[in-house]
Each structure stands twice: as structure tokens, then as C-alpha cells.
């Protein structure tokens, strides 16, 4: 069963940075490509970027690109997104994705 954990959300203000990681379990991680959506309050899920398992190819989302960085290390089932340059828009609860999996999310609020 795929098991999907993430954390590293919380309350940053404006510019700030937070880092989200994600531990994966019950399946190959090192063999799927992970990625992270996010939900914000009354939308819809928006995908936001993608690492392949192949070479470690990375794609965002044109709203984060620059800010963002997705990486992973497969020794240890992580998946993480580095966010700096923090905008309120940003804030939104954060999932991990495996296929048709994610986690419970974590939530990040960029507010002053």
C-alpha cells in the first residue's frame, strides 16, 4: 500500500523560505516520478512540479519556477521542495503525489 507523509508546512511571512519534505513507503519510490501539488482555499488541485525517476528530470509550474526546487533521495524514500521567495499566493496545503496517491498534505500559510 502506498503510504505517503508529508511535513515542513507552517506560517512564513512574505519572502521567507520553508522546506516540505515528503517520506514515501509500500512501494518502489525509486522508480516513480513524485511530484507536488498544492490546494488553496476554494480551487482546485494545482500541480506545481515534478522530478522523473529515470535521470531526475525536474519541471514547475510557471508560478514557482526560480523559487522552487524539487529534489529527492531515493536512499532515504524523500521527496522534498525547497521554497524560497515566499509569496501569499503560495499558501495553499502542499501533497505529495505518486500516480493517483498523495498524503495528507501539509499546510503553508505566507502571511505577515
Known amino acids: 500500500e502506498v503510504h505517503l507523509v508529508e511535513s515542513g508546512g507552517g506560517l512564513v511571512q512574505p519572502g521567507g523560505s520553508l522546506t516540505l519534505s515528503c517520506v514515501a513507503s509500500g512501494f518502489a519510490f525509486s522508480r516513480w516520478s513524485m511530484s507536488w501539488v498544492r490546494q488553496a482555499p476554494g480551487k482546485g488541485l494545482e500541480w506545481v512540479s515534478e522530478?522523473?525517476?529515470?535521470?531526475?528530470?525536474?519541471s514547475y509550474s510557471p508560478s514557482v519556477r526560480g523559487r522552487f526546487t524539487i529534489s529527492r533521495d531515493n536512499s532515504k524514500n524523500t521527496l522534498y521542495l525547497q521554497m524560497n521567495s515566499l509569496k501569499p499566493e503560495d499558501s495553499a496545503v502542499y501533497y505529495c503525489?505518486?500516480?493517483?496517491?498523495r498524503g495528507q498534505g501539509t499546510q503553508v500559510t505566507v502571511s505577515s
Open positions: 503525489r505518486c500516480a493517483n496517491s
Open positions: 522530478v522523473s525517476a529515470i535521470d531526475g528530470t525536474t
